[in-house]
């Protein structure tokens, strides 16, 4: 099956919004995916294989830095790289853009996802103790992490 990458529309709302509650117990809304997407400084990139949504990534831009907002994939196709393609897919157009920056957040717990990170490139600047805590025993850091855009 032949994997794409392209923008996604707001008529991927409703997809983007199940692969999101797959992930995240705290998962936004089909309406609140439709509105960034259609916000005209964010990226959004999907993954489809055939006909299926199989994962998403959010990217929002404002005086030079972007914020990867959210990146969620279908759980029976994690670990094929397509968080790593969705990103890397993003750097060119948002450097293009004049962004210098693309930070993000993510869990302290979620292991799978600092590693591609770190393996992307991005270095911790720091912390928000105690941020996540939907659908945790107890709260778990924020790590906030950046990498360079561009040369």
């Known amino acids: 099956m032949t994997l794409a990458l392209r923008p996604l ?3 991927d709302a409703a997809r983007a919004a199940v692969l999101h509650a797959q992930g995240f117990a705290d998962a936004w809304s089909e309406a609140s995916l439709s ?3 259609a916000e005209p400084n964010v990226l959004a990139l999907g993954a ?3 006909s299926a949504l199989i994962a998403f990534a959010l990217f929002q831009s404002a005086a030079g830095d972007t914020e990867l907002l959210t990146i969620a994939t279908d759980p029976a196709r994690r670990g094929e790289g397509h968080g ?3 990103i890397e897919a993003a750097l060119a157009p948002l450097a293009a853009a004049g ?3 693309l930070l993000l957040e993510v ?3 979620n292991a799978p996802a600092r590693h591609l990170y770190a393996g992307l490139g991005f270095t911790l600047d720091g912390r928000r103790k105690g941020y996540y805590t939907a659908g945790r025993a107890a709260p778990v850091d924020a790590l906030l992490m ?3 855009l561009g040369g």
Do not use: V
């Open 84 to 86: 790593r393609r969705l």
């Open 9 to 11: 529309t707001p008529a």
């Open 99 to 101: 962004n210098t920056r």
């Open 35 to 37: 509105g960034l997407i």
């Open 48 to 50: 489809q294989a055939g």
């Open 146 to 148: 950046s990498r360079p």
């Open 107 to 109: 869990a302290e717990d």
